[in-house]
């Protein structure tokens, strides 16, 4: 069974830097499409970027330049670094996957597709 924990939200000031990580279960990150995506208060989801099996890595524009994304195949872990924090970057992230399909994909970009994702960690930015 597939499980996605998220963790590292929090508060940061406008132009700071906060780094999410997530721990995968039940798969292996370099066998399928992962990423993030997020959705704010009030506004619907929103992809933010994946990397697929092969290492490739897609960002949305609103964020590209500003976020990096990591993996660490031994550790099944991967990172979302999120630097230059902007007001329109508050949201719930939710670190996600290909896997697990079961009837439809939330899909963005060229080749970001997500099947699965975890609870969610609250990223939030002042002023």
């Known amino acids: 069974q597939v499980r996605l924990v998220e963790s590292g939200g929090g508060s940061v000031q406008s132009g700071g830097s906060l780094t999410l990580s997530c721990a995968y279960s039940?798969?292996?990150?370099?066998?399928?499409?992962v990423g993030w995506w997020r959705q704010a208060t009030g506004k619907g989801r929103e992809g933010v970027a994946c990397m697929t099996k092969d290492g490739d890595t897609y960002f949305e524009d609103s964020v590209k330049g500003r976020f990096t994304l990591s993996r660490d195949n031994a550790q099944n872990t991967m990172t979302l670094q999120m630097n230059n924090l902007k007001p329109e970057d508050p949201a719930v992230y939710y670190c996600a996957t290909e896997a697990s399909y079961i009837a439809s994909y939330f899909r963005f970009g060229p080749a970001c597709r997500f099947a699965s994702w975890g609870q969610g960690t609250k990223v939030t930015v002042f002023p």
């Open positions: 039940g798969m292996l990150l370099d066998s399928f499409i």
